[in-house]
């Protein structure tokens, strides 16, 4: 199974980017999707979710209004369009893949892949 986030880059605060995470080796319209961050120093979170059929999404609180999670299942892809970027969404991004029968908020997954580094400066 691969993952691989692309996307990310160096913004200043109010602007916008899109990630991307292409999937392949798994039968992508079966697994719910993921987006965490890490920022140096801190523990990773769960920024968005989105279930197998897009059907069902997960924010957490700080991102609400700002980022949307979305897939397209024929193309093995989810999106992440982060509106509104402030220095605290600086971190690196990752997808990940998990089952898609835990709900959608769960953190637990069982596919993660390499991140992608968004920078937000003032």
């Known amino acids: 199974v691969q993952l691989q986030a692309s996307g990310g880059g160096s913004v200043q605060t109010g602007g916008s980017l899109r990630l991307s995470c292409a999937a392949s080796?798994?039968?992508?319209?079966?697994?719910?999707m993921g987006w965490f961050r890490q920022a140096p120093g801190m523990e990773r979170e769960l920024v968005a979710a989105?279930?197998?059929?897009?059907?069902?999404?997960y924010y957490v609180d700080s991102v609400k209004g700002r980022f949307t999670i979305s897939r397209d299942n024929a193309k093995n892809t989810v999106f992440l369009q982060m509106n509104s970027l402030k220095l605290e969404d600086t971190a690196i991004y990752s997808c990940?893949?998990?089952?898609?029968?835990?709900?959608?908020?769960?953190?637990?997954?069982?596919?993660w892949g390499q991140g992608t580094l968004v920078t937000v400066s003032s």
């Open positions: 990940a893949a998990g089952i898609r029968t835990m709900h959608v908020s769960s953190p637990a997954y069982l596919y």
């Open positions: 080796g798994l039968t992508f319209s079966l697994f719910r």
């Open positions: 989105i279930s197998w059929s897009g059907g069902s999404t």
